[in-house]
Structure formats: structure tokens, C-alpha cells
């Protein structure tokens, strides 16, 4: 069974540069597609990117601009970079991969993101 | 504001039958699949239901799904306690070429 568990700093000044990982334990990050989704508190979910070790990498067109997500297979690990962070992004980062087509079936436990000076 | 929609809130008593909706797009829930997830304050989303109408093992036969169009929606019968939650619908957008989430309805058992 596939596990997931992110990884982040906590507390992200605004302006600065956001950066998550999300260890893969069950199964490689060449299979499947990989998923970042985030949650401010209070409110629902939101897609980020989606990643495929096969090249396609695609982007929440309100964020595109600021994030980048990629995958590092020697370490079956995959990392999600966010931009000139502010309030606005403060959130439940989680990561979440598509076992099965159709649905994103394995996600991680989460992890909070603050975004304050 | 999410292209998929959800009723921010419903209620029901215990026992009662109440039903969620999650209404959309041709290029969102009238192309593809929808999926539901039951979510508890501090966790991660829990997948409840799957392409539309199928549950995962584990998910008790009390909650149920379907789809209509460019709607689908989520039944829950017996309504007990531990259902109070907050529940998401999801499916993949060909627009967006990418995942959309229904801005999620808050459930409240009385």
C-alpha cells in the first residue's frame, strides 16, 4: 500500500519561497500520477499541480506563475515549490497520488503551512 | 469560486435519510467521473465514494452516490453521529486539465 507523508517548515515569511517534500513509501514515483492539493484553515480543498514521472507536469492556472512541482526519483521523493508567498497561502499542504484512474485514493496526513512576518 | 458547487451546509436527525449535491459542467461532472471523501477537522480527506456510485472496501453500505448529468450526488441513509463531517465531491476538469474539488458541505447530525 502506498504511504505518504509531507514535510515542510512550518512558518514561511511573506515574500519568500515555499518549499514542501512529500516521502513516498510502497510503491516508486514512476508509477502513477502525484498530486499537491492544499487547504486554508476553515475552507476547502484546492488542486495545485499534478506530477507524472513520464514528463507531464500540469498546473492549477491560478497559481501556475508561482509554483513549480517535480519528483526526485532517487530519493522517491517529491518536492512542491510555492513563490512570493503571503497570507493567502497559508494552508494543509497535502500530497496525493491516482493508484487508481479516476481518483486520488492515497493521500498523506497533511502538513500546515503558516504564512507570517 | 470553484467551477463545481456544493451546498455549504445540510442537516439531519439520526436515522434520517439526507442527500448531498455537487452540481457542475459538461467539461467537469458531465465528462468524467465523480468521487465523494468524508472529511473530520484535522484530518486528511477519507475517499468514500468512487467513479460515481462505488464504494471502497470498509465504507459502509449507508452511503451511497450517483450521477446525473452534470450533478452527481451523495446519499447517506441511517443517518448516525459519527457522520457529522465535512464532505467533498471531486472530479477532473478537461478545461482545467486538472482536478476540481466542490467547495465541500458541512454536515450536522441534530
Known amino acids: 500500500q502506498v504511504q505518504l507523508r509531507e514535510s515542510g517548515p512550518g512558518l514561511v515569511k511573506p515574500s519568500e519561497t515555499l518549499s514542501l517534500t512529500c516521502a513516498v513509501s510502497?510503491?516508486?514515483?514512476?508509477?502513477?500520477?502525484w498530486s499537491w492539493i492544499r487547504q486554508p484553515p476553515g475552507k476547502g480543498l484546492e488542486w495545485i499541480a499534478s506530477?507524472?514521472?513520464?514528463?507531464?507536469?500540469t498546473y492549477n492556472p491560478s497559481l501556475k506563475s508561482r509554483v513549480t512541482m517535480s519528483g526526485d526519483t532517487s530519493k522517491n521523493l517529491l518536492s512542491l515549490e510555492v513563490t512570493s508567498v503571503t497570507a493567502a497561502d497559508t494552508a494543509v499542504y497535502y500530497c496525493?497520488?491516482?493508484?487508481?484512474?479516476?481518483?486520488?485514493?492515497?493521500w498523506g496526513q497533511g502538513v500546515l503551512v503558516a504564512v507570517s512576518s | 469560486q470553484s467551477a463545481v458547487t456544493q451546498t455549504p451546509s445540510a442537516s439531519g436527525t439520526p436515522g434520517q435519510r439526507v442527500t448531498l449535491s455537487c452540481s457542475g459542467s459538461?467539461?467537469?461532472?458531465?465528462?468524467?467521473?465523480v468521487n465523494w471523501y468524508q472529511q473530520f477537522p484535522g484530518t486528511a480527506p477519507r475517499l468514500l465514494i468512487y467513479?460515481?456510485?462505488q464504494r471502497p472496501s470498509g465504507v459502509p453500505d449507508r452511503f451511497s452516490g450517483s450521477k446525473s448529468d452534470t450533478s452527481a450526488s451523495l446519499a447517506i441513509s441511517g443517518l448516525q453521529s459519527e457522520d457529522e463531517a465535512d464532505y467533498f465531491c471531486?472530479?477532473?476538469?478537461?478545461?482545467?486539465?486538472?482536478?476540481?474539488f466542490g467547495g465541500g458541505t458541512k454536515l450536522t447530525v441534530l
Open positions: 496525493a497520488t491516482e493508484v487508481s484512474a479516476g481518483r486520488l485514493d492515497y
Open positions: 510502497g510503491d516508486s514515483i514512476k508509477n502513477y500520477y
Open positions: 506530477f507524472s514521472y513520464s514528463g507531464s507536469t
Open positions: 459538461t467539461s467537469n461532472i458531465g465528462s468524467n467521473t
Open positions: 467513479a460515481n456510485d
Open positions: 471531486l472530479t477532473w476538469d478537461d478545461s482545467l486539465n486538472g482536478w476540481v
